[in-house]
């Protein structure tokens, strides 16, 4: 939430993330070249290069997407997703050399121009029905990753803060949403092309459990998500709602409340307990997953702030968030169901543990 | 087809033009008009959201219209996406690929062609000459059997 905008906000932890990111996609790439070339030394380096930033690309897709499940479920998995946005160009330009390689490998010969033969079926025999019975060798796969990559490009194009502000949160999030189609056209490129003549079982088995262990992570954190939804209102009184035992708000930290199909954040500071909205001003990131950094409530997802007693951000920064009011009666927490106006004040309600 | 694929590119590269054109003015007046945040910016800031304008220059140029109409428009400190529309499109996403996913990659499998040699074939790789390259006329998988599993 930097007031002026630079290329990319490095810092000590961002800078130790890169590096640790560099080292293992050259690790990667290393093992899967040394592999190849173990399996077999005809080998060229084109195609090394080709499959090798192809299968480091995939695997950091898988990587990219199990982030935001894994981080629901362990606190751990927050610092990868912190700065996420750094794996997803490092892909694209993975998936880059390996797209311009490929299309000069296997389409800069012909006289129709490269682009177009990767995007037509190039080939008079490229017909799926073309000797009787149905043959997906003969379906064009490439189309597919060059989809794959018009989205990556998309994506990586637009993951700084400057585009999220200025396309508007919901088309940036709905633009970025665009992973998913780029995963299925990437698993059906790979389908098509690469397993028609790679005859090793463990390739398909590979794809398979990736996709199973994807979907399993992204379907039990909606689950996890479901259930909060469904929390059971508490008793309700001139319109303040029991939530929750103010014994399950500790100190410094955060907890994320139902109030009429809205979520909540409440975070005791000083035996004090305050309440905001859940929805991060940056990506809609949970903020009452967080916890209170230096007095400020701090998104667990990239580290936005903002005050406890009136929801704004320390100057000079101006993003808020509502504030809600807050009644702590017999150790119970009552919830004011309807947000204030942004920028009210609210001193938050002392906790009585004694 | 190989027209209309041609067209597209065409319209593209026209669409990726203009694109260029604008990100000049753009850099030039509308970046600082548009966007408070953007004043005093270095120039590496600059380049990295190029590629982003000549790409999405549509939408910016709507922005820097409107913006020019009712004084400031760029998204205030306030707004938020939807997290429960969000949250639905994210499900129906999954479902689409939990149910396409599962029958491309089957069908790819399942009728593949049968391996002649059965052992490793790596070096099959490159299987898609270009059209008038010299092996254009051989047929794309040299060792492709004729044969298809029947089922
Ligand atoms: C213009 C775009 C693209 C073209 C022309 C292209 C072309 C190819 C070709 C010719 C192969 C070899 C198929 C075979 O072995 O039979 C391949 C494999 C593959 N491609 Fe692409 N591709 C493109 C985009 C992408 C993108 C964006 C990705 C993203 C990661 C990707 C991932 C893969 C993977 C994982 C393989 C299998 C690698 C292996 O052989 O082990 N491709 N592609
Ligand atoms: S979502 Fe990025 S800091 Fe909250």
Redesign the pocket.
Known sequence: MSTTYRAIDWNRQKRRYDLTLVVLVALVFLSFMGVSLLRSTHITAETLL??G???T??LL?HVILAIGPLARFDPRFLPLLYNRRHLGVT?FF???V???F??V???ALGDESPLVS?LTAYRQDYNVFASGGFQPAHFP??????A??VI?FLMAATSHDFWLRNLGAGFWKALHLGVYA?YGL?LV??AF??????RSPA?PLVLGLGFVVIAGLHLAAARKEARLDRAELGAEQDGFISVCRASEVREGRGRVVMARGQRVALFRQQARIFATSNVCRHQGGPVGEGQIVDGCITCPWHGWNYQPEDGCSPPPFQEVLETYNIRVIAGHVWLKATANPLGTRCAGSLVDDR | MVEFVHASLLAIQAYGTLGLVFALAFHWRGLSRLDQGSRGAGLGFRWVITPGVVALWPWLAVRCWRTKQVGSFAEGPHASAAPGRLRAAHGLAWKALAVLLPLAVGVALWWRPIDPSSGDVTE??P??AAPGSPDASLPPQPHQPETQRSH
């Open positions: 080709i499959r930033s192809a299968v690309a995939l897709l892909m993975l998936a880059l390996h797209s311009v490929a299309t490998q296997f389409h990767v796969f490439e189309p597919f990753g060059a794959a990559l990556l780029a990437l490129h790979v092309g690469a397993l028609q003549s790679e390739y | 099959s790789l299987r898609t």
